[in-house]
């Protein structure tokens, strides 16, 4: 891995952890808001829509970031180039 997409894997994580921190913040407010005026039970306009949108948008982001990353990437390409590889018999 060369620097600079080492550099740009670096910035995209340090900005899912920042998203990450930020839904916490919030989820903890939403939620406690809640809590305090005890109505724990599930409001769509209540901010509860919102924070699972937020999540399902975090889901995709960390998938892509740490499971599908360049690395299985490459190592993808390379199997496939190895299967499409022919010998030649003469």
Not at 67 to 89: Q, R
Request: hydrophobic content about 45%; glycine content about 6%.
């Amino acid at each position: 891995m060369d620097y600079n997409s080492a550099y740009n894997r670096v910035q995209k994580v340090k900005k899912f952890y920042k998203n990450l921190m930020w839904f916490g913040i919030i989820s903890a407010i939403i939620i406690g808001n809640d809590w305090f005026n005890d109505e724990l039970r599930y409001q769509i306009f209540g901010g509860h829509l919102f924070l699972g949108i937020w999540a399902l948008i975090l889901v995709m982001k960390a998938t892509s970031l740490f499971i599908f990353n360049d690395e299985w990437e490459k190592g993808i390409i390379e199997k496939e180039a190895e299967k499409n590889k022919k010998t030649i018999d003469f």
